[in-house]
């Protein structure tokens, strides 16, 4: 598919000038912004500490040149990674550098709220540690063009792709996280642990979801994004896309052990019963 214009966007656009967001609940950061707005969607990557993998990334995301802007949610980077001079040849328009509590879900919602006052109208995010393919980017702009509200990318798609993925991922995704979202989003999803989507400005914006609160702290948000949007009957899509797991060593993932585990099944669970709807 041949990726979309901006102006394509602009007839959906909300009106932010008509949001409150005096209530919105965003933990504090610093921004570092290298370059100006140049197009209406954003390509959020959530980063933490992963060095070579989110330099290869974005290397990669730089000689492929979507028509899309890309900004960094840092949630306190030390390893060096992410240093300004880097970031500018790379194409980065901006970085944003959580300094208040909080792990992924805190920091899409600072990247979130940033883009959304900067005007963007559709918000395509996906992890910084590598896995994914980046040349699916333009299939979430064809998509947010068209009208959807939440696109979800699906390696288990007919025409996605995976590789290496641990056994244990592959079940849980398939027989517990994506069957327990698909039934209380009323929409078929296949991949509800895959962090690669998208979602239009619109969606976060309706009042009826207000993902700006302090209790997305985690993996509550990805989780809570996937059910809502379908609960409220807006338009919902998957793309295909492609994620590969190095073939030895250790796992790139944030989620670790036993107890890590079980929180995301307690997390998936509250989304599902609407515990965290307002």
Known sequence: MSPSTDTEY???????????DASWQVPDFDSLELSPKLHDAVLVI????????IQGQLRNLAALNHPIDIIIADGGSTDG?????FLRDVGVRARLTKTGPGKLSAQLRMAYAWALKQGYQGIVTVD???KDGMDAVPLFL???SEGY?????????????HKNTPLERTVANRMIHAPMLSLASGSKLTDTTNGY?????????N??????????NAYELLFYLSVRAGQLGLRVTEVPVSRSYPKSGKTPTKIAGFSGKLKILQQTLAAALGRYSP
């Open 10 to 20: 602009q007839d959906a656009a909300p009106s932010l000038a008509a949001v409150d």
């Open 46 to 53: 959530p980063v933490l500490n992963e060095g070579k993998r």
């Open 81 to 85: 990674s992410l240093e300004e001079d």
């Open 128 to 130: 910084g540690n590598g």
């Open 142 to 144: 064809q998509k947010l």
């Open 149 to 161: 509200d939440y696109v979800q990318g699906s390696r288990y798609h007919p025409d996605g792709a």
């Open 197 to 205: 989507r998208a979602y239009s400005a619109s969606y976060l914006l």
């Open 207 to 216: 009042l009826a979801v207000q993902p700006f609160r302090d209790v997305f």
